[in-house]
């Protein structure tokens, strides 16, 4: 079935480093991609979304750009702050009633 | 405009207890779904909706029930919670492939 690969293990950085977090899917058709972002204690929130290939979403700074040659859809952001720590989930609309697959996760940790 | 809410936001039960949560959008939307988060597992689908009075499987739907009476509300249910149903749990709603969520309820099986 439709599924969606996150890369392994949390990431940790400096403030105002450069931010990149793979995500790639395997999927039927033509699947709508997106990044949700949990912060402590919250649910999760819509980050960014793109819903055909070579579109690219942002959104804060973040930037993801859906590459259906390669399969992913990765998330970058140039510099981030420590206010950008979260966890943040890949995401593609899988199986029809506007249902989500999602990847595991990526804890970001952005030390000062 | 509250969005998506859920109550309660902690509960701990013992084994072979019931419980029901209560998830409410003011969003009118039609489409309403039930998540657990685990460490490691991401987000998975228990049970999902598609319009008042509908109510469908997800991935992981065994131990648990859930109703839409009301085009606001979505409750699951545990009729008789095990150790393995530890979580936190998320409600969301949609009216098209964004979903909007809820601040989730975390709870734990004794």
């Known amino acids: 079935g439709d599924s969606v690969t996150q890369m392994e293990g949390p990431v940790t950085l400096s403030e105002e480093a450069f931010l990149t977090i793979n995500c790639t899917y395997t999927?039927?058709?033509?699947?709508?991609l997106f990044w949700y972002v949990q912060y402590p204690g919250e649910g999760l929130q819509l980050l960014l979304k793109?819903?055909?290939?070579?579109d690219k979403g942002s959104n804060k700074g973040f930037e993801a750009t859906y590459r259906k040659e390669t399969t992913s859809f990765h998330l970058e952001k140039g510099s981030v702050q420590v206010s950008d720590s979260a966890v943040y989930f890949c995401a593609l609309s899988a199986g029809g009633n506007n249902r989500l697959a999602f990847g595991k996760g990526n804890q970001v940790v952005v030390i000062p | 405009n509250a969005g998506v809410t859920q109550t309660p936001k902690f509960r701990v039960l013992k084994t072979g207890q019931s419980m029901t949560l209560l998830c409410a959008q003011d969003?009118?939307?039609?489409?309403m779904y039930w998540y657990r988060q685990d460490p490691g597992m991401g987000l998975r689908l228990i049970h999902y909706s598609v319009g008042e009075g509908t109510t469908a499987k997800g991935e992981v739907p065994d131990g648990y029930n859930v109703s839409r009476l009301k085009k606001q509300n979505f409750l699951l249910g545990l009729e008789s919670a095990a150790p393995s149903q530890t979580s936190v749990y998320f409600c969301?709603?949609?009216?098209?492939?964004?979903?909007?969520f809820g601040p989730g309820t975390r709870l734990t099986v004794l």
């Open positions: 969003m009118n939307h039609e489409y």
């Open positions: 793109a819903t055909k290939a070579d």
């Open positions: 969301a709603s949609s009216q098209s492939y964004e979903q909007f």
């Open positions: 999927a039927t058709g033509y699947p709508s």
